[in-house]
C-alpha cells in the first residue's frame, strides 16, 4: 500500500503513515492506504497497534487540493452512501473509525501537528501519547466545513459539550498541555513513539482473549444502558473464565515467569 506502512513485531503492529514530504497530509491515497492498513492488522494475529507518522508531524489534516475531486458533483451522491465498516461509514470516516471498531487496543504516537484529518484519526485510538510540543485542532472550520471524518463520534466521549463547541466553531490550535486539560490526549511524553511503544508491548504480553474482551465490554460501557451493561459484564467474563488463555495467567503468576500464549 502507498502512503502507509505496517511492520509486526512481539505481536504489534507499528501502523506509519509515511508522507512526510507533506506532513503526512491526507489525500486519496493516503485515505486509501490507512484503510487498507486497518483490514490488514484486523485480520493479522496483532494484540496492540501503534499508530505515528513519519517526519515533522503526525498528520497535518486534508490534503485540500483533494477537495477539487468533488468540483461538479453533487455532494451528497460523494458523501451520504455508506460504502464501508458493513454500511456504516464512507471512505473518510472509515479513517477513523476502522481503528476505533477494530478488536484490539490502539495507541497514536503524536508529534508536531495533528490536524483536522489527523485528529479524527487520532480520535479513533484507545489511548493517545503526545509530545510536549504538539499541537491540536479541529481544523474543518477553517475550510468552511464541519468534522466529517467520524469527529462527532468520537469527540462527545472525551470532551465536555463546551470545549466541543469551542474547538469545532473556532478552529483554534491548540497545545498538547491544553490537549491533555480537556482530555483529548491520554498523556505527554517525550518521545511519544518510544513511550506508545512500551505501553503496546505491556498490552501485548496480556491475556490476548481478555484484552479483546475489556475492549468490547468497554465500548458496550461507553454507549448502553446499566442493564445491558451488567448483562454483558456477566457474559463476556463467563466466556473467560477457565479458558486457555486464562488459566496461563494463573499459571504464570503462581509460577512467577511471565505468561506464554497460544
Known sequence: MTRVTVTYENHIAFVRLTRADKMNAVD????????AAGQEVDASDARAVVLSGEGRAFCAGIDITGLSTMMGKDPAEVINPRTHGEGTTNQWQEVAMIWSRMEIPVIAAIHGVCFGAG???????????AAADARFAVMEMKWGIVPDMGGMVL????????VLRRLTYTAEQISASQAADWGLITEIAEDPLAAATALAITIAGKSPSAIRAAKRLITIAESQDAATVLAAESSIQAALIGKPHQMEVIAAE?????????
Not at 486519496?28 to 484503510?35: A, K, T, Y
Request: charged fraction near 30%; hydrophobic fraction near 50%; proline fraction near 6%.
Open 28 to 35: 486519496q491515497e493516503m485515505i486509501d492506504g490507512i484503510i
Open 119 to 129: 485528529m479524527q484519526l487520532a480520535l479513533g485510538a484507545d489511548i493517545r501519547i
Open 155 to 162: 469527540l462527545p466521549k472525551l470532551v465536555r459539550s463546551d
Open 254 to 262: 503462581m509460577g512467577k515467569r511471565p505468561a506464554v500464549f497460544k
